[in-house]
């Protein structure tokens, strides 16, 4: 009865200090994903097993203006992606009048197979945006290999874990430093991404101002390292009676060592919550006007480039053979954005094979990348040949990723090369909507 007290009691504490409550982890949280979109402006979204959105986490200030003004929390997430997209292209980050536009996606989860179909249908959403509204942009899966190395900076044990659940656990340690790594190993992906939602709700703090709230923490938490090293000591006796095989006495013994942990642990960790709250809440009243002030941000980009979608979608909506063109752009193939305007359409389409022949390795890679993935998913071999092969996939995919982006950046200063002489000859838009424009 004693090591149940004693358990229950460690767990209030743990849960008290990391921010969770009871309640949290009653909740059927096991198909709760977490899905990070990085254009230049990064956002988190963290999605429940209802495909809602359940907390939005700009994780810079780009992201920050582009979503100060929206609303996305309890929204459909694929109606919460549209909206988001809207936005960077409305103000800005995403140009329609270049060709270059990427969003990569990232999808965090428990189940396998479901973040797989999840990932392919945001993907599929976002492109879809794209071919409706007229703008040459591609949204692709990323890996999250990346998080392997951070794991291991941040000396976390990544045997037997997925890599989902390693990324999951280097973002609540970035976030919440004072989560205990074996703790967060024990629990589900699940369980994690919500204690990641709801820290977020907790702190409130903007993104703009988050690094600086996550050193002045730090700050706190270098002076309460005592309050710390109390809670280490008191999981390792939690250990060790749970596991306790001898007398009563013993037993006993150990109980009351624990008891004098707690006394000492207890008032460090009541004066250590009073500090971080009092922080908290400072940040929280800075975060209030700098959102203001990106509101204000927001706006002005808006006025500066919302045009440039308007007159977009008009020409998509003239011009049914955009769309068509921008699918062959996300499918990697060749592409032309003045499709129906004949004199800019041959400029174009002429460099721009010029430019493909002269990535030709490119399109090497991205079969080669292909196949030693293929490889990988059906791979029976010893644990030391599939590092092998996991290590060229990755450099190939690197190599592929870099040469990729040098490829459509130079396709982008073509487009951007044509549009002038367009200019300069006093030409506009795709106006061409008669025999090419309208083709099916």
Known sequence: ?????????????????????????????????????????????????????????????????????????????????????????????????????????????????????????????????????????????????????????????????????????VIAMEKNPDLDIEELRDMTVGDIIKLISDDNKANGVNAALYEEFALAKEEVRAKYAHMFELREQIATLEGQIAEFTGTEEELAALNAQLTALYDEFTPLKEAYDAEIAALRDSYRELSEAAREEQKALRQARVAEHKGKLTEAKANAKANRNIAKEIAKRQAGEEFDPFVGDESASGSFVSEAKTIRSKYANMFQLKVQVATLQKQLKNFEGTDEEKALLEQECLEKQNEYDSLKKQYYTELSDLAKKVRAAKGKSGETGNTNSGKNGNSN
């Open 1 to 169: 009865m004693k090591k149940v007290i004693i358990t229950f009691l460690f767990l209030i504490a743990f849960l008290t200090l990391t921010g969770c409550t009871t309640q949290d982890l009653t909740d059927d949280i096991s198909d709760y994903k977490y899905l990070t979109l990085t254009i230049n402006p990064k956002i988190d979204f963290v999605v429940n097993s209802e495909d809602e959105v359940d907390a939005v986490i700009p994780e810079n200030e780009d992201a920050e203006v582009v979503a100060s003004e929206l609303d996305m929390v309890g929204m459909d997430i694929e109606d919460a992606i549209d909206a988001y997209i809207e936005a960077v292209t409305e103000t800005g980050y995403i140009d329609p009048e270049e060709v270059d536009n990427e969003v990569a996606v990232e999808v965090t989860g428990e189940d396998e197979e479901d973040v797989s179909d999840f990932n392919t249908a945001i993907c599929d959403r976002i492109n879809n945006y794209f071919k409706a509204n007229g703008v040459f942009g591609n949204a692709s899966a990323e890996t999250i290999d990346e998080y392997l190395d951070k794991a291991i900076e941040m000396s976390i044990n990544t045997e037997g874990l997925s890599l989902g659940k390693v990324k999951a656990i």
